[in-house]
């Protein structure tokens, strides 16, 4: 088989970028290990930034989002029983939209699907070969029957735990790595959300969250042990320890119910550099990976995607590599701001094992401070909202 881009994982940087590049005439394959119900049944990411927004919509797959997300004007921040909104776009004229990721990556399956775009899934053994060549290809199989695509390029969105960062050299490549004393322990619950925007608590309990899907899908996280596994929480126990760590006027009008899914995430903040060796560019979690804290994950995906893509168009419709070649160095400058800012609100929202008093004294202050202080919220929702492509 031959195409021009080979697009190894089908979560949404994959399927995105696929989704794009088809637009613009330009061929792909996408490779995914697992199968397409897999993929959706893993509950992510659910605060989408303009630019992700705006990104489904040049990929002509923004309607049901636009139908069914909700508008987000703001965020409620709380420690102790002291609660405080931040309003993005009094601040930056901006909003998010919450629309969970399942759908995000549904509504792209289905935009595939509808071109007729290749798509192999349960692919294993993949290895890319000749990234550093003109004789790039990638082998695979699936189902015991070994695979091999010719291509132009090769366009890793394969996650953290894909193959694509491995094919870089080690001599080449330099990682960045912080890993977080803590987890964070996620529901889903056919429940209406305790507040029609999210809340973001700091509590000497341990941070929470509480997000949402739609009117009646709640979406609550709780910060936990490493150790922890879902089985060791009960729901009951769940919703006692929520209701700890929000304010008391939350806690009293949470409705609870059972569980739809229950999983753990650990927190890292990771990056690898460079994000490109010869014809292979890696995009999303495969390059980076951040804390959910700042809800930037899926969003800075986005923004590799929008890189990538808008230099391989410029490549095939103009001849010019300039938009490659600028890639690596161009996704990078807003990964780490991503990372920042992502590391910077865990700081400020979590409870640590190792914190001093001075430490909590510090949080409470920077929290306080946040509240006050006009400038330092403009600061906080410009990053939330998206920094500038
Ligand atoms: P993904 O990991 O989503 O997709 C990679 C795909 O590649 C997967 O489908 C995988 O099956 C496939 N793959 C892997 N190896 C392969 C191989 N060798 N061959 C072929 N295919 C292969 N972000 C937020 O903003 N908010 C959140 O609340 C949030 N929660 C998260 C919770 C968890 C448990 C995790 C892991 C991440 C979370 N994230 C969150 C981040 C998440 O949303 C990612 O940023 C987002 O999925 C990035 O998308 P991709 O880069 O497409 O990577
Ligand atoms: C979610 O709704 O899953 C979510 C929202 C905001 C975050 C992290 C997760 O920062």
Same mark, same amino acid.
């Given at each position: *088989?031959?195409?021009?881009?080979?697009?190894?994982?089908?979560?949404?940087? #994959?399927?995105?970028?696929?989704?794009?590049?088809?637009?613009?005439?330009?061929?792909?394959?996408?490779?995914?290990?697992?199968?397409?119900?897999?993929?959706?049944?893993?509950?992510?990411?659910?605060?989408?930034?303009?630019?992700? !927004?705006?990104?489904?919509?040049?990929?002509?797959? $923004?309607?049901?989002?636009?139908?069914?997300?909700?508008?987000?004007?703001? =965020? +409620?921040?709380?420690?102790?029983?002291?609660?405080?909104?931040?309003?993005? =776009?009094?601040?930056? #004229?901006?909003? !998010?939209?919450?629309?969970?990721?399942?759908?995000?990556?549904?509504?792209?399956? $289905?935009?595939?699907?509808?071109?007729?775009?290749?798509?192999?899934?349960?692919?294993?053994?993949?290895?890319?070969?000749?990234?550093?060549?003109?004789?790039?290809?990638?082998?695979?199989?699936?189902?015991?029957? $070994?695979?091999?695509?010719?291509?132009?390029?090769?366009?890793?969105?394969? #996650?953290?735990? #894909?193959?694509?960062?491995?094919?870089?050299?080690?001599?080449?490549?330099?990682?960045?790595?912080?890993?977080?004393?803590?987890?964070?322990?996620?529901?889903?619950?056919?429940?209406?959300?305790?507040?029609?925007?999210?809340?973001?608590?700091?509590?000497?309990?341990?941070?929470?969250?509480?997000?949402?899907?739609?009117?009646?899908?709640?979406?609550?996280?709780?910060?936990?042990? +490493?150790?922890?596994?879902?089985?060791?929480?009960?729901?009951?126990?769940?919703?006692?320890?929520?209701?700890?760590?929000?304010?008391?006027?939350?806690?009293?009008?949470?409705?609870?119910?059972?569980?739809?899914?229950?999983?753990?995430?650990?927190?890292?903040?990771?990056?690898?550099?460079p *994000?490109?060796?010869?014809?292979?560019?890696?995009?999303?979690?495969?390059?980076?990976?951040?804390?959910?804290?700042?809800?930037?994950?899926?969003?800075?995906? $986005?923004?590799?995607?929008?890189? +990538?893509?808008?230099?391989?168009?410029?490549?095939?419709?103009?001849?010019?590599?300039?938009?490659?070649?600028s890639y690596s160095q161009k996704a990078l400058a807003?990964?780490?701001?991503?990372?920042?800012?992502?590391?910077?609100?865990?700081? +400020? *929202?979590?409870?640590?094992?190792?914190?001093?008093?001075?430490?909590?004294?510090?949080?409470?202050?920077?929290?306080?401070?946040?509240?006050?202080? *006009?400038?330092?919220?403009?600061?906080?929702?410009?990053?939330?909202?998206?920094?500038?492509?």
């Open positions: *088989m031959k195409t021009q881009v080979a697009i190894i994982g089908g979560g949404p940087s #994959g399927l995105l970028l696929a989704q794009l590049l088809h637009r613009r005439g330009i061929d792909s394959v996408v490779l995914e290990r697992k199968t397409k119900d897999y993929v959706l049944g893993r509950i992510r990411a659910g605060v989408l930034e303009q630019g992700l !927004v705006q990104l489904m919509q040049e990929a002509g797959c $923004a309607d049901r989002l636009h139908a069914e997300g909700l508008v987000h004007d703001g =965020t +409620l921040i709380s420690y102790g029983d002291t609660m405080f909104r931040i309003d993005f =776009t009094e601040h930056t #004229g901006t909003p !998010v939209i919450v629309y969970g990721q399942t759908e995000v990556t549904r509504d792209l399956y $289905a935009a595939r699907e509808q071109a007729g775009g290749a798509t192999e899934f349960n692919v294993d053994n993949v290895v890319i070969r000749g990234a550093d060549t003109d004789a790039c290809h990638v082998t695979y199989t699936v189902h015991g029957q $070994a695979r091999r695509i010719d291509c132009d390029f090769v366009a890793g969105c394969d #996650g953290f735990h #894909g193959v694509s960062r491995q094919t870089i050299p080690l001599d080449v490549r330099c990682e960045y790595e912080k890993v977080y004393p803590f987890g964070w322990l996620g529901i889903l619950s056919e429940t209406p959300p305790v507040n029609h925007e999210l809340i973001y608590a700091n509590s000497p309990r341990g941070f929470a969250l509480c997000s949402m899907r739609n009117d009646n899908l709640s979406r609550y996280y709780i910060q936990c042990s +490493l150790s922890d596994k879902p089985d060791d929480w009960t729901d009951e126990a769940f919703w006692q320890e929520l209701k700890r760590r929000i304010p008391a006027d939350q806690a009293a009008r949470l409705v609870t119910g059972p569980s739809i899914e229950k999983s753990i995430a650990p927190l890292r903040s990771f990056v690898t550099e *994000m490109r060796w010869g014809r292979l560019f890696l995009c999303g979690d495969a390059a980076h990976i951040v804390p959910p804290t700042g809800a930037k994950g899926l969003n800075t995906a $986005a923004s590799d995607v929008h890189y +990538l893509y808008n230099g391989l168009r410029d490549f095939y419709e103009n001849g010019s590599s300039a938009g490659i070649d807003r990964v780490w701001k991503a990372e920042r800012f992502s590391w910077w609100f865990s700081s +400020l *929202m979590h409870r640590y094992p190792d914190q001093s008093e001075f430490d909590l004294k510090m949080q409470v202050a920077d929290l306080e401070f946040l509240r006050t202080n *006009m400038a330092a919220q403009k600061a906080m929702a410009e990053n939330y909202i998206g920094l500038p492509y």
